[in-house]
């Protein structure tokens, strides 16, 4: 919904809005806010809205200065689980320096920049999600608990299935929203869940994304659970992943959609880029020690660390896939990550391959123990993205360096802890 402000500003009037929450998303993809009653939402526009940036992760330093949000007038939203009366909206934000500079650090400043590239080259690329999550029962007191919410598998249905009215709630709730469910299922794992929602451009995808996480998070504890998007919250079953759709356009037609690729050589190219730097990217990717437990090598368990295509294996990294809107999807991301800077580097990635006129490897079926894996843990993702030039030529250094040192800390606390499990559920269960 493109909103000018004044229109903004007419709409939250006319529907008794009471607060705004100015959201945005730190470096390591948790979603931030800042509350305000409607009446200062003038205000916000033309000064935009303070916050201490260095208790925000991978910001600034303490001695740096404040940072500003601005709200972005076109993504407004109404809140539907929020009340009717004196009703509450939502704005993705953009994050200045008190200055008036942009904020280098801002995550969704960079996919801007990343879709800017790809437009000077007369291309635009349209992103949706496959995301999974799971569904955790609640405690006696209300705490999050290790019991899933059912036993059920793949695809299925009541009484077995617990989860349909919970997906149903999020589907409507994210129709009223304006982001459009395709599919909802149960899958493999027990109180596991997957909902897949239509296509947007990179930009708006990655607002969807954290919209979707936010809306689950609320409707699941509407019904009396916790909702985790950790990578792998139980260890002996599937892990949730985050399959990201990727259509490449050009003057109107989508590049994926002739015949096995053979018709564009750009497309080929975009694919061929993202292949190349997927071991630089991964740590962006897969951002924590519980994504490394997901992509361990184990036949058992849908692994998608071998850096291939396929068009009919789902196990390769990169799927292309020729039903529906053609695309090629990447399967190895999981919803840890932050979607601005993983959108971004897929973006340069596969504008860097089409510049260098990459040629896209033979397609891969079966497993090839020749073929290059992603990394196979944490330390060996940031040791990678620290020697990329790829990765530091696009990520601001500063940012670069903050996020680096924070990981380098989470690896090292999780190799000194006695009980690894009980770290990764203390560090991550509740936190994504």
Known sequence: MSQTVKEVLDFVKDNDVKFVKLTFCDSFGNIKNISIIADELPSAFEKGVSFEAYSVGGFVDPEESDLLLYPDASTIQLLPWRPQHGSVVRFFCKIRHTDGRDFDGDGRGLLASA???L???GLSCLIGSDCEFYLFKLSESGLPTLEPHDMAGYLDVAPFDKGENVRRDI????????IKPISSHHERGPGQNEICFKVNDALMAADDLLTFKTVVKAVANMNGLHASFMPKPLKNEIGSGLHINLSLIKDGDNLFAPTRLSGSKEAESFVAGILAKAKEMALFLNPTVNSYERLENNEEIEAYNQIAWSYLNGRQLIRIMKDG?????????DPSCNPYIA?????FAGAEGIEK???LPKELDMKDESVESLPEDLTSAIQLAKNSEFISKYIPRKTLDKFFEYKENEYKNYSLSKDKDA???RTYFNKI
């Open 115 to 117: 879709q800017n590239k």
């Open 119 to 121: 437009s000077q080259m």
């Open 325 to 333: 809107l053609a695309k090629m999807q990447l399967r190895s991301a």
């Open 343 to 347: 959108y971004a580097l897929l973006l």
């Open 423 to 425: 770290f990764v559920v």
């Open 357 to 359: 006129g990459l040629k």
């Open 171 to 178: 589907c409507l709730t994210l129709e009223r929203m304006g």
